[in-house]
């Protein structure tokens, strides 16, 4: 087991992965295990220091999630966020109690001088989410940080290196929040800021190749950025005669996707089978409405055509997926006991009757990490800027049933709206961009007759890594182009709305 500088452990907070991100955004490595890793793998990794993540349960709680009690006796720093905060508070003899007032949201942090704090300012904005709080600190720790509804917003034991910090640093919206976390890392464990992308790659590189050996890869692609990164990473790891790399098109892609996907395949001189699956797809997807049943759906089927189209083939003995750590968490916590958002097509492992095992270089990564390991892996800057697409594509977003004709409003709306987003040069300066078909019909006018047709919601998001997301500020006249265009061109719709709301409460797909 490698040394690992920075441990996570994970107790259930949607933004524990973002404190991984954070850290490995300023140079330090780390990783992120459940809370209930065993003392021996925690010590096996050599870390040097430990960082408790939130979560959602409460410390007072008879089955409270709780670390090993050998952490405590490591003599390495520990810090604590949220209920990490009250975890540390229980455990010397403080008191937590349920707050009166729940606080979600921004706050202003007021703090002492202390080498943790290095470079940060007085009164910047913090982020708050919690319903719990430490009504009494304990007695060997001081108060290095408050805010106006919580006193204890940052307490210390200095002299056995441990810290607590009821705001979480870890996300977008507290502003020094990356500051924190280096600070930790470089002040208190003495951690070097060595970790890159170039080094990821060269390691992840020598793993593949390690653990394919002389055997064959079956490498599911999409064209979007996460699976091109992995082929080209294979393509980088193996003999070409090793690799096979197949493109599904399912029916469910975008306006013209299939043609530029396997155009640019050709551009990286990367074999590539395309298997026409349309009808195949459409079959299991007939009257389903439920998200959840359509993307479990999708799913199935694509590991039922990659099995058949790996049957073909000799020494097949792996199949290749983009799998981000974002994918994971909002599928389920296979790392601590986060709660699952939504099922994604990728996760989950793999069926009991299938005969090969998973590469998934990029698993403990995320989507702007990804960016940054194509680039270093030379691909084309056109291909790394590509918006996220989702695996079951235009199927989670026709909301209800799909059918030959929703797939036809909601390809076409799309395809104008890239179109007017690279025109006013929006398509760069934002994270994601799409529309929905609502499948809600309203009454229109057009020209003097009446119309009973469709709507279809533009939703454009700003994000730096898919967990946290606002929508775009978007100016008014390149909103109304794009709805002008959608409405006049298009037959069957006849209202266009603006998605006004953030990740979270919301998530950024609507299924």
Same mark, same amino acid.
């Given at each position: ?17 973002? %404190? ?65 905060? &009250? ?20 706050? $202003? ?65 507290? #502003? ?37 050996? /002389? ?9 979007? #950025? ?11 790891? *193996? ?9 599904? /098109? &399912? ?15 050709? @551009?990286? /001189?990367?074999? !590539?089978?395309?298997? /026409? ?12 409405? +439920? ?20 049957? $073909? ?48 270089? @990029?698993?403990?990564?995320? $989507? ?6 194509? @680039? ?30 929703? *797939? ?9 709206? &890239? ?17 929905? !078909? ?9 020209? +003097?007759?009446?119309?009973? +047709? ?5 939703? %454009? ?16 006249? #390149? ?33």
């Amino acid at each position: 087991m490698k040394q690992v500088p920075i441990l996570v452990l994970d107790f259930g907070s949607q933004y524990t992965q973002l %404190i991984a991100r954070k850290l490995r955004e300023s140079g330090v490595y780390c990783e992120v295990v459940p809370y209930r890793e065993s003392l021996a793998n925690i010590k096996a990794r050599k870390p040097q220091g430990i960082i408790l993540s939130g979560g959602p349960a409460s410390v007072y709680s008879e089955d409270a999630y709780k670390p090993s009690e050998g952490i405590w006796s490591m003599g390495i720093p520990i810090m604590g966020i949220c209920y990490g905060m &009250q975890l540390i508070t229980q455990r010397y003899g403080g008191e937590v109690v349920s707050a009166d007032h729940h606080e979600y949201g921004k706050a $202003k942090l007021t703090i002492t001088e202390h080498k943790i704090f290095k470079g940060m300012r007085n009164n910047e904005t913090v982020w708050m989410s919690h319903g719990d709080r430490a009504e009494r600190i304990p007695e060997s720790f001081e108060v290095i940080g408050s805010s106006e509804n919580s006193p204890f917003a940052g307490i210390a034991n200095v002299e056995q290196n441990i810290y607590a910090f009821q705001f979480h640093p870890e996300v977008h919206h507290t #502003v020094e929040g990356t500051k924190l976390l280096k600070n930790f890392a470089k002040y208190i464990c003495g951690c070097d800021s060595t970790w890159n992308m170039g080094g990821f790659a060269k390691e992840k590189i020598r793993a593949i190749k390690e653990q394919v050996g /002389d055997k064959k890869v079956l490498c599911g692609v999409s064209g979007g #950025v996460d699976s091109s990164v992995v082929a080209a990473m294979l393509n980088e790891a *193996l003999p070409k005669e090793q690799l096979i790399c197949v493109f599904v /098109d &399912q029916g469910l892609l975008r306006k013209n996707e299939a043609e530029d996907v396997q155009n640019m395949f050709k @551009l990286l /001189d990367i074999p !590539l089978i395309t298997i /026409d699956a349309k009808e195949e797809f459409m079959r299991v997807l007939e009257g389903i409405s +439920d998200p959840e049943l359509k993307r479990k759906a999708i799913g199935e089927k694509f590991i039922e055509v990659f099995d058949a189209e790996a049957k $073909k083939h000799t020494d097949v003995a792996f199949l290749a997926q983009g799998t981000l750590y974002t994918d994971v968490i909002e599928s389920v916590s296979v790392k601590g006991p986060s709660k699952t958002i939504k099922s994604h097509h990728n996760v989950g492992g793999l069926p009991d009757w299938m005969t090969f095992e998973l590469v998934e270089p @990029l698993r403990e990564i995320f $989507k702007d990490e990804v960016r940054k390991l194509g @680039l270093e892996l030379g691909l084309p800057k056109e291909m790394i800027g590509r918006h996220p697409f989702p695996g079951p594509g235009l199927a989670i977003r026709t909301m209800g049933a799909v059918t030959e004709h929703g *797939l036809h409003l909601i390809r076409e709306s799309d395809a104008i709206m &890239q179109e007017e987003l690279r025109a006013t040069g929006y398509y760069d300066k934002v994270w994601q961009a799409f529309t929905v !078909l609502l499948n809600v019909q309203s009454v229109g006018v057009m020209g +003097d007759n009446r119309t009973y +047709d469709n709507t279809v919601c533009v939703r %454009i998001v700003e994000s730096v890594d898919g967990m946290t997301a606002t929508f775009a500020h978007v100016p008014h006249d #390149v909103l109304e182009g794009i709805s002008r265009r959608i409405i006049n061109e298009i037959d069957g719709i006849n209202r266009v709305v603006y998605d006004i709301s953030s990740k979270p409460p919301a998530t950024i797909e609507w299924e």
